[in-house]
């Protein structure tokens, strides 16, 4: 490991748990130096400078515009940042011109917490906010990752102080020494491996991508519960997580091929029984990839507990508590396949309030 490297002058803050070094095949990455506990700070910083806009918005123009008015200390730090690789700044910054520095912001940015901006005449929009963040921006991207970084800011002090930093969390127990990784993307968990590399634009190196390259049956079956998981999340909430990202290539088949269930799932027009059922489904599966830490394993118990107690026909109910209750998953899913089909005396109201919220007309 390089003495001198550029990375070693990065101002990481000195309470942070955590140090910079070379991860194989992923540059640099962040590791923990004590055992952090999960819901724990890691690191809170203040951006190096903000663009407020929609994301797809912002120009070439915008970045370099930005970076110069940034000191001279302030340029040499993003000219770290180039490539992921020691960068000496020899004729000045701004000789990359500003497709290098684009390049810089697009690997570097965060986003912040979304505001609404007022517009004459009562009119809102929302606005977006992006941050570059030099330090934050070292973390490795993880499919199954151990940290995050909340876009929302936790209380409305937060709100005043934090509205130009950002902040990172523990979000599982991390071991000294161990790295220390975030997920780049939201909406990870219903993609399959390669809709992953394509989004993230590098071929990611995790350890779920890595079994998952170096295991055919293993990637098989990872990308069918990925599928599944997006299915089961179309039908739960009729929203397709991730048809923002789709393209026009072949990849992007309907979610829902069945086009009777796929009304059902767009006019909220499933039974009680069967969401339970789905809920049962979507856990195990998450689980199953993985990606049920301790947080979602307790927010699912959570609502597959209120999923149970919302049945109105006391019979059905009954069974439903009875399912979640059951230690392994065969035992529970077996439990509640026996409410298949079962009507409820719930359902009327249930459909109505799920139609309520996503504004479908009653
Ligand atoms: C914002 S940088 C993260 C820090 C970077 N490793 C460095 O040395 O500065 C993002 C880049 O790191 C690399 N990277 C991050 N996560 C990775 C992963 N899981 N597998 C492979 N490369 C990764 C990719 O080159 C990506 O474009």
Known sequence: MADDHPYLDLPIPKYAPIELRPTPGKGWGVFATRDIKRGSLIMKERAMFIIQKQSGNITEQDVYEAVERLSDSQMHIIACLSDNRPRELSNGMMDSGPLALAQIWGKNCFSLESGVEGRPFGDYVEQKRWGLFPCHSRFNHSCQPNAGVPESPESPSESQVGRNSTSSYAERDIAAGEEITISYKNGFRSRTLDERHRLLEFECSCTVCDRASKDPTFRQVSDLRRRLIRGLIYLLDG????????????????????????????????????????????????????????????????????????????????????????????????MAFQLDGRADAADYWHTLAYRQVKGIKI
């Not at 049962?280 to 301790?294: F, H, K, M, R, S």
Request: hydrophobic share 40%; net charge negative; with cysteine.
């Open 239 to 334: 929203i397709d997580e991730n048809s923002e990202y789709d393209d026009d290539d072949s990849h992007s088949r309907p979610v829902i091929c069945d086009p009777i269930m796929r009304k059902a799932a767009d006019n909220c027009d499933f039974p009680l029984s069967a969401r339970l059922i789905y809920d049962l489904l979507l856990a195990v599966l998450t689980e199953a990839e993985g990606l049920l830490d301790i947080e979602t394993a307790a927010n699912t118990w959570t609502h597959v507990w209120r999923r149970a107690c919302s049945f109105g026909t006391e019979e059905n109910r009954k069974i439903a508590k009875l399912a979640v209750q059951q230690k392994t998953w065969i035992e529970r899913l077996g």
